[in-house]
């Protein structure tokens, strides 16, 4: 995702400075080229060495270095950075660049780069809620600069509050959203994922295989690309993508109840979701004991979320961009397109499910995509992630048209 990206990440005096380096990791290994630069008070928390090692750069600390200045200097390191990404970035680090003062490596660098930069603020809570502090933010904000703010909890200097490092994956997620063009800005999309729960009695329930990887990938990815992302998630163990309104069901039910209630704000719909095609009957409110050898459970069919909105005519307005989702074990194609045509879709993502590299619960994924149009194309093997930015290209291709 991050390939070819040069990425500056400052790191300050702070003891969230450690979290800095789950940050880096994150950016490396989405193939960025990161180069770091640290504070003198960085170094009284974390050695150079470390972030050397996992960056495979050397670390810049001081302003007048010798071997530094010839090779590369702050002012080159400047001019080609993509993205500057200071975290954690203290009280004193942005009251520094907030007035003008550039006074050592990675105030200068700030200073003379033309990048867009991203801080990720850790401090104490009175520290944050300083009006001081608080006026130099605002004023970095008004000038385009981009704040990742901090989470409440209980800090290291024993405060509980606002100020704690947001978690280095909320970070690189704002890192990401700042690289990627904003080809969804003014859209609203509505995702949905996970598996739902039809709950038999108070301790078991009927589900499926479903992650929500897939669902939660198209989430961050639209996010980044400028989408208000409505998200309407079953039961996951999945982090929680940032920036977007998140929603969580458990049954079939509660997920059509969340999803009508949202969709005339959409301007597209995409139902990753595996959504239970049937629920008991009854939901037994004790726990049911065993007794006879063999059991029953007499199953009811849920309603077919998808195939409603695909039926939805207001008569005002036009629906949504539909984009179905076809979980399928045989007759790929043929499954899928009778699903486009039935539920009235503008676009289904068919994948086979029993492939061990595809559907659920592993990060990759082989998909057909195929159209309202008859078209159809195919998506290779691919992360989940690659395949979401591949059927946004699409919906935003076709949503000119809708
Ligand atoms: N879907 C839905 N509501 C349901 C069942 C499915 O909205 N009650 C949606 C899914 O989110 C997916 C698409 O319909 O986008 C197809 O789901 P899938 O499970 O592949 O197919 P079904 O329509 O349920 O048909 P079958 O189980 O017979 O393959």
């Not at 961050?220 to 998140?246: E, F, W």
């Not at 959409?266 to 595996?274: D, Q, R, S, Y």
């Not at 009235?344 to 309202?372: C, E, P």
Request: glycine share 6%.
């Amino acid at each position: 995702m991050l390939r070819n990206k040069k990425i500056i990440l400052g790191v300050c005096g702070g003891i969230a400075a450690y979290k800095a380096i789950e940050l880096l990791r994150l950016l490396t290994k989405s193939g960025a080229d990161v180069h770091v630069i640290m504070t003198r008070a960085a170094q009284e928390f974390v050695a150079p060495l470390t972030f050397q090692t996992l960056s495979s750069n050397p670390v810049h600390t001081e302003l007048f270095n010798l071997i530094a200045e010839r090779e590369i200097g702050h002012i080159s390191l400047a001019d080609r950075a993509d993205l500057f990404i200071i975290a954690p970035a203290t009280a004193n680090i942005i009251g520094k660049i907030a007035n003008g003062i550039a006074d050592d490596m990675l105030t200068t660098t700030v200073m003379a780069t033309k990048a867009p930069v991203l801080f990720a603020p850790a401090m104490n809570v009175n520290m944050f809620t300083n009006p001081i502090y608080q006026e130099n933010e605002e004023k970095l904000r008004r000038l385009g600069y981009l704040f990742e703010a901090p989470v409440c909890g209980s800090l290291a200097c024993g405060w509980q509050g606002e100020g704690k490092l947001a978690a280095p994956e909320t970070i690189f997620e704002a890192a990401l959203a700042a690289l990627t063009e904003k080809d969804l800005a003014g859209r609203t999309i509505l995702i949905t994922a996970g598996p739902t729960r039809e709950e038999i009695d108070p301790v078991r329930y009927i589900s499926n295989h479903s992650s929500g990887k897939m669902g939660y990938a198209l989430a961050r990815t639209a996010h980044c690309r400028g989408a208000k992302v409505i998200l309407i998630s079953g039961p996951t163990s999945l982090i929680k993508p940032g920036g977007v309104d998140i929603i969580e069901v458990t049954s079939a039910l509660e997920m059509q109840n969340a999803v009508m209630a949202h969709v005339s704000e959409c301007h597209v719909v995409i139902k990753a979701a595996a959504v239970a095609d049937y629920r008991p009957l009854t939901r037994n409110l004790t726990k049911i004991k065993k007794s006879a050898d063999s059991a029953t459970i007499e199953m009811i069919k849920n309603p077919d979320i998808l195939a409603g909105l695909g039926a939805l005519d207001n008569g005002l307005k036009p629906r949504p961009f539909l984009v179905g989702f076809a979980a399928e074990t045989d007759a790929l194609a043929e499954n899928a397109t009778k699903k486009l045509k039935e539920k009235n879709l503008d676009m289904i993502v068919a994948n086979d499910v029993s492939q061990a590299d595809a559907g659920f619960n592993v990060d990759t994924n082989r998909a057909l995509l195929f159209f309202k149009d008859g078209s159809s194309t195919p998506c290779g093997l691919m992360s989940k992630d690659q395949l979401a930015g591949s059927i946004l290209d699409h919906v935003v291709a076709r949503l000119a048209q809708h």
